[in-house]
């Protein structure tokens, strides 16, 4: 039994510590993060805060809650987070349903996939993108957030393989009984697969909260700025500009800077715990099939 | 008896009619439930596609797509004449690949060893902490490393007490950066790769184990001959579909770490068409540059998805 010799054991041991170190290392930073974001401006400016506030205080999260600016683009973050992941799901659940008919039931089946397969593999670029939302009128409106990503063509696929394992007799009772093929989406596939959907739509939310780089190009006025680009300006473009001398005044200190990184960080920790209950077996329909 | 089971037959039959007619009838509600997501497709993918005929012109936006002159190759000779294009091109391939072996090398080795922890509680409280970098933005991300890489940020504060040396611009010398791109990406992303190898260690049929232990081999030779061969299809699917990614670093990464400074070692194709096209409103030539971006990945990915499946049997529908 391998488990009894003495290197072995060693080996254990070792390896519980390394795993444990490496584990608590990635979390770190983000933790050295809080820590500067809660203490005082000096000492944060001096680099002396490692792992412990130096003169705690909350003041820079009530300078960066009472930012106009801060709280608008939470507001815009939260919109598009809520109605951009309902329409999504709604759009991509029911396009999947329809395409995990066998080609006997729904004969367009693989035109359709065809149709969307295709946008994975080639796709018109960031310039031709930018002036469709432009001619199409969309600019500074939350639409040019929503709109353009709605439709994740990786998504059906994986719903639809989702669906085609749900076997087909619960469907056929529901047909017997006078049902459509929506109301079999609604009130057999969708409650079947509330974990599938319930992974899917945890991810398109996530990916809303992080989006910057739509609001960055789409949007000019900065009340329409969601969090994510608002923070890209002015943490990320704000430090590139740094050797010029006159940004350095408008430039908000250390400790501010570090609470609305962690304030953006946030919703991403809360909603964590769900994710990872229900990604492992996500990325695992995706990854791995037999 | 004999009257109840005349009376069922055309029963059974009607119902069967009837789910027949309600299962193949209504293709219509079928091609309804895809249509907003072809409306959707056609708008914002199809439609800038035919965009890039903008390569292939001079594209003012007062007169338009099909008003612009057109001029042919101009904007791919100047490309490839450009000096500046290939040092792009090659830092692109060079985070590209760097990034690919490394993220391929360091969650195998970090599974394996994961896969020793027996404390299923430590194996999970390890799990979460790793994958969670993932989920958080390259804004959030890059945040947190110019705080941490700046010169009074906690590295350099660590090295100059810790070790004595002087302060290292993680960010603004090339070769520096080049470290910090690569060493950030497999911060981010090395826990969540190692889900597939985890799941592909979960299949392994314990039965193999038990023979081996049986024969007396220890559990370093059970890793070379039974864990490690075990893994090498899943290696060989993820490599070969990393083939696709291979003209692409990362523009979020890179766009929210580089700087100016840094442009010879760090900027990529991405990076490049950003500036090119939004920013100095050059959209044909930024246009000309993505498309031969697009046409190599188009290639890449279409071959990577065939040697998979030659190779391997992998489909992804």
């Known amino acids: 039994m391998y488990h009894k010799t003495l290197s072995y054991r060693i080996f254990t041991i070792f390896n519980n510590v390394l795993l444990t170190a490496l584990s608590i290392a990635c979390l770190l930073p983000l933790f050295h993060l809080l820590m500067v974001s809660m203490s005082s401006t000096a000492p944060a400016n001096a680099g002396l805060v490692t792992f412990w506030p130096i003169g705690f205080t909350m003041e820079a999260y009530a300078k960066t809650f009472n930012n106009a600016n801060f709280l608008s683009s939470l507001g815009v973050s939260v919109q598009r987070t809520v109605i951009g992941t309902a329409l999504a799901m709604f759009v991509n659940a029911i396009a999947a349903y329809a395409l995990s008919k066998n080609t006997r039931i729904f004969r367009a089946r693989n035109a359709y996939l065809w149709y969307f397969v295709v946008t994975m593999l080639f796709t018109g670029g960031l310039i031709p993108n930018y002036i469709l939302v432009l001619k199409l009128g969309l600019m500074d409106t939350l639409l040019a957030l929503i709109l353009p990503g709605m439709v994740t063509v990786y998504n ?88 010029d001398p006159t940004m350095v005044a408008n430039m908000s200190p250390r400790t501010v800077r570090a609470s609305q990184i962690f304030i953006g960080a946030l919703p991403i920790l809360a909603v964590y715990p769900f994710l990872q209950r229900f990604f492992v077996k996500g990325v695992i329909i995706g990854a791995v099939k037999e | 008896m004999d009257a109840n089971t005349v009376q069922q037959v055309p029963l059974k039959t009607a119902a069967r009619a009837k789910k027949k007619q309600s299962s193949y009838k209504q293709p219509w509600m079928l091609h309804l439930m895809v249509l907003p997501a072809v409306l959707l497709v056609f708008v914002f993918s199809y439609l800038p596609m035919s965009g890039i005929v903008m390569a292939f012109q001079d594209y003012k936006s007062a007169l338009g797509i099909t008003g612009s002159p057109w001029v042919g190759l101009k904007h791919f000779r100047y490309m490839f004449e450009n000096e500046y294009f290939l040092q792009i091109t090659w830092n692109t391939l060079f985070f590209a690949c760097t990034k690919i072996v490394m993220n391929l090398v360091i969650p195998f080795i970090f599974a394996l060893l994961l896969n020793e922890v027996r404390n299923t509680g430590l194996k999970r409280s390890i799990q979460t902490l790793v994958y969670l970098p993932h989920f958080l933005s390259w804004v959030i991300l890059a945040g947190i490393l110019i705080d941490l890489l700046g010169q009074t940020g906690l590295v350099n504060q660590m090295l100059s007490h810790v070790f004595g040396i002087k302060p290292i611009f993680f960010l603004g010398d090339g070769n520096w950066f080049r470290f910090t791109i690569i060493f950030s990406d497999v911060w981010k992303e090395f826990g969540f790769n190692t889900i597939v190898f985890l799941a592909a260690l979960a299949g392994i049929n314990p039965a193999l184990y038990e023979a081996a232990e049986v024969d007396g081999a220890s559990r370093l030779k059970q890793s070379f001959h039974i864990t490690i061969p075990s893994l090498v299809p899943v290696i060989v699917v993820i490599g070969t579909l990393a083939l696709g990614n291979v003209m692409n670093a990362n523009f979020d990464q890179v766009f929210n770490l580089y700087s100016p400074l840094i442009y010879q070692q760090g900027d990529i194709i991405d990076t490049f068409v950003y500036r090119q096209g939004l920013l100095s409103g050059q959209f044909s030539f930024a246009t000309a540059v993505n498309l031969f971006k697009s046409m190599i990945s188009l290639i890449l990915i279409v071959t990577s998805y065939r040697l998979a499946y030659r190779v391997a049997g992998y489909r992804i529908f």
């Open chain 1, 156 to 243: 059906i696929i994986l719903l639809v393989n989702f669906f085609r394992t749900v076997p087909a007799e619960l469907e056929e009772a529901a047909f017997i009984d006078g049902a459509g093929h929506f109301r079999s989406f609604v009130s057999i596939y969708l409650p079947v697969s509330l974990p599938a959907i319930a992974t899917i739509a945890l991810f398109t939310m996530v990916g809303h909260w992080n989006a910057y780089f739509d609001g960055l190009i789409y949007i000019k006025e900065s009340k329409n700025l969601p969090l994510a680009s608002f923070m890209q300006t002015v943490i990320v473009q704000a430090d590139m500009t740094k050797f």
